[in-house]
């Protein structure tokens, strides 16, 4: 099973870098760019077959280490 | 690569970048026809990366030998004695192909690799430097490479925790297709605890150390040796991608491991990976060595036995080490979570013999793959002389100070804070001279682990390639002259050089004519003073659509100082002291940046160096900062005298009253002229008169030039012009280039 | 005052605050391996700068959770004086010693330079030699240096005088101009609310010596060494 | 109209951050995680409401900016 984990910024948590992107997809002439937000995607393999314990595996995970949940916001999706 | 299980056509021998001429030595050589992996192999080994073999006729005319030369050209690095039984490791190697292709990346991987190239030989890297050299900066490109080159210098660097202290950054349109990215690094070891890569011991163990091999950059080296065309940025062929962390790792397991008894040979996997590093081992040693393939560790599956030999992944080393010595040995990598293999062995075969799955893949002799390497004697015409300018042939300025204050603001003038705070400087906590001065400054223990005290190494990078073009001889002299005079200015005594040539295509006489004359040059500057090349390395082939960039021989030097509280830096020390100039200025405009940045003219010769006078106010300057009575002291290089002036001021924030220039002179040739073998320098009014007695007595030139005080630049005639609207001048370029963000 | 100084692979600036300590307070730090699960009998521990596990991740998150923190923690709760610097606040940050987060710098890039420091408070046992107010010149060399809390948590940690240091002009007035990362309110430096843990981004391991540019961090090793003295 | 890019790294490239996270879940005994990928997530908002033309924008601020062909690839959903 793979478990696909995205990684974003909490709302109302500056983004830096996404304002970064914006301001260069401006200057590239792409002028129907608005808000933009960076995040992290992070693939992970899994040795489980079962669905349900697969996600609490992964949500675990999230919670103690791949997420800051101070700022960060995670969400998982699972594949066979 | 597909082309593994393929036949040997004359279309697979031109893939590999070999001529059907070295194809035919090739087949003498094996008296069969090679393997796809022995082709791959010779085709690395034979590259004009690894082979040096248009530049190796030219390269034997520098001066390697010095007493105090411990290991010279032909090691993983240079090698000198540094006093108190300590030894200075160093030197530099270009990154310019992969940097254009992959610029963060590219620029990372050339670091990670000059720092491999100098803790193989047992040093711990103390400090890094780097010469950039980008195109104009308003082509399209030149932003993003800017940037991403600066944050992979720093991003691998700073990781390691090794400070970058200094460098160069110019911008010509030359490399707008072809940038240059050269690294140095410049390490400490004891003289008596120095590591070499000669294979010894016949049944000693091969151990592979570090990170896995993965598909990366196969035919780097190749790619590193063959000209640019417009397809090469569509064909995009894999680039490596650096582990810093990794490498911090192998390189602290490597000196635990040095520190003990254990090693005999070691040497790192730089390009060509696996086949330079074995080749080198075992030819140095002469002795034959067996790997078995499978006992690399990859990350990834069914690699060949020609992917394994011919893979560029960073972070590996290749040891041979005592058998008895095997357990501690792999205890230390373990402790670091590092892969450690045994995958090899002395044998006295003289045979290079490869085999993977219980199959031989390569068995070829070690002996002549390396001495029959080919060399070109490729024919080369000088280039043709350019005129003298003199000063009435241009005009001369209205306004003085407005062209100081757009000089300081040109794009090769400009502050390059931009770059260098991206830049870890501090981190091991001995760094006395910042970047912005004339060398970096970097303390170091007193020897033989002492605490660290007064002794410091001083290390500079140079290179004018605009006098290059114009005179390649002239240029090369010079860019080892200025190399010397900004160690000088620090007050170091100049020990060595390391040099990376970055060129054209050889298969062009002009470029080969360049290439010549520019290692003439040098080597009479090196001979004249004092100064060998330990080290240094070849990059040819910049060059896009036939069009090369301007000759770019960039010298790394490297001097002792004994006292560095003694050490002046550029900085005007206070006000009242009295500015003297120091060396010959017969106002000398042609190829300088006052003609370029005011007039738009890049043209005639450049200013002439004399090497005699160059050793000779050097030494008297240096003598005087060793005496302690130099408050502050800069070299004068691009821009001229005032230029030099203008950031002795910039970086104190105090202004000079000076005089006028001498009546013979025309204004802009004696300000901004660029003659040679000169320095600014400052003393306390108590020590003028030791120091024109002394400058009297040894038949120096020097010219008082007026004192340091105030808040501006005054020149006598010309008018003043506040030094903080000079600085702001002076920062705001990159910033301005690299867009608003702090 | 007896200390020990944590070291992670990819460490890097634990020889500085080594020579710092030993050199200020008389007495030789012991360096402790990460892999290590017990601590010595120390009066203070140090987690230095550098690039623990390669920032991979997210700066400090890796070692947060090595067992030696656990340890590091757990006597911090007890009142054992911790010091992060750098990566080491970035550290035990993500351990939950400290309130808020490390974000990446606001300019984007890596950042080595002096900055002035402004002491927030003398009232804390790494503060003691310093006046409140006073500036100082101390470098800073860090990707990742834009502190960040929540509102909430800003004011509480000001109004408990839980902020260490803060960034500032020359004169010690605050200055977006002289904030290096764009850290909320300023914050170089946070205490824990028993001043007990400091983390701090610039260096002043780095500032012991006018040859290499300030002596302005001496003080912070000289109150720890007084106040911990055995 | 918003689009989702995801980048990652090109199969074969090496990933050491990714190896570092699946380092750091086994030593926290998530012991059934096998090799883990890092990549990154952008989401844009698109002042754009014709799908087919905010798909070939993006693709061109792919190629252009977000991703690194030489070493990464990257796709683009879009939602409403
Ligand atoms: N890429 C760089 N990295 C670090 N320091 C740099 C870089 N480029 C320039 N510098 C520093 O800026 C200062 C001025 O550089 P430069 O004008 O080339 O000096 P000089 O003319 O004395 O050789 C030097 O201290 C140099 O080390
Ligand atoms: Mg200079």
Sequence with gaps: MKARVHITLKNGVLDPQGRAIANALHSLGFDKVGDVRQGKFIEIDLKESDKAKAKSEVDQMCAKLLANTVIENYSVDLVE | MSAVAAKITPNTIAEHGLTSEEYDLILEIMGREPSMTELGIFSVMWSEHCSYKSSRVHLKK???????????????????????????????????????????????????????????????????????????????????????????????????????????????????????????????????????????????????????????????????????????????????????????????????????DAIVAIQDMGAAGLTSSSVEMSSKGGLGLELDLDKVPVRETGMTAYEIMLSESQERMLMVLKPQAMAQARAIFEKWELDFAEIGVLTDTGHLVLKKNGKVEADMPVAPLVDKAPVYQRPWVPTPPQPVITANQVPAPQDLMAVLKQLVAAPDLASKRWVWEQYDHLVMGHTVQRPGGDAAVVLIPAGKGGAVGKKALAMSSDCTPRYCQADPKTGGAQAVAESWRNLTAVGARPLAVTDNMNFGNPQRPEIMGQFALAIEGMAEACIALDYPVVSGNVSLYNETNGKGILPTPTIGGVGVIADVTKSPKVAFKSAGDSIYLIGETAGWLGCSVFLREIHGREEGAPPPVDLAAERRNGDFVRNLIERGLITACHDVSDGGTLVALAEMAMASGIGADLLARPKESPDHAFWFGEDQARYVLTVRQADVAVLELQAKEIGIAFRYLGKTGGTDLTLAGAGAISVSELKSAHEAFFPKLMGASK | MKSAIVVFPGSNREKDAEAALTEITGTPPVMVWHRDTELPKVDLVLVPGGFSYGDYLRCGAIAAHSPILREVKARADQGMAVLGICNGFQIITEAGLLPGVLQQNAGLKFVCRNVNLRVETSQSLFTSRYEKGQVLSIPVAHHEGNYYADEKTLDELESRDQVAFRYCAPDGSLDPSHNPNGSQRAIAGVFNRTKNVLGLMPHPENAIRELLGSTDGRGLFKAMAEALAA
Tied chains: 1, 4.
């Excluded at chain 2, 010279?72 to 690095?77: F, L, R």
């Excluded at chain 2, 600066?150 to 940038?179: K, L």
């Design chain 2, 62 to 260: 520098l001066p390697t030998k010095a007493p105090w030369v411990i290991q010279g050209p032909g090691e993983n690095a240079g090698v000198i004695d540094i006093g108190d039984g300590q030894a200075a490791i160093f030197k530099m190697e270009s990154h310019n192909h992969p940097s254009f292709i992959e610029p963060y990346q590219g620029a990372a991987t050339g670091v990670g690799g000059i720092m491999r190239d100098v803790f193989t030989m047992g040093a711990r890297p103390i400090a890094n430097l780097n010469a950039l050299r980008f195109g104009a900066p308003d082509d399209p490109k030149t932003k993003h490479l800017v940037s991403g080159v600066v944050a992979g210098i720093g991003g691998y660097g700073n990781c390691m925790g090794v400070p970058t202290v200094g460098g160069e950054v110019n911008f010509h349109p030359s490399y707008n297709g072809n940038i240059l990215v050269n690294a140095m690094t410049v390490g400490l070891a004891d003289t008596d605890k120095i590591f070499y890569s000669a294979a010894a011991g016949l049944g000693n163990p091969v151990i592979y150390v570090g990170a896995k091999t993965g598909r990366d950059g196969i035919h780097g080296a190749t790619m590193a040796s063959a000209e640019f065309n417009e397809d090469s940025e569509e064909k995009r062929p894999t680039v490596q991608v650096g582990d810093p962390f990794t490498e911090k790792l192998l390189l602290e397991a490597c000196l635990e491991l040095m520190a003990t």
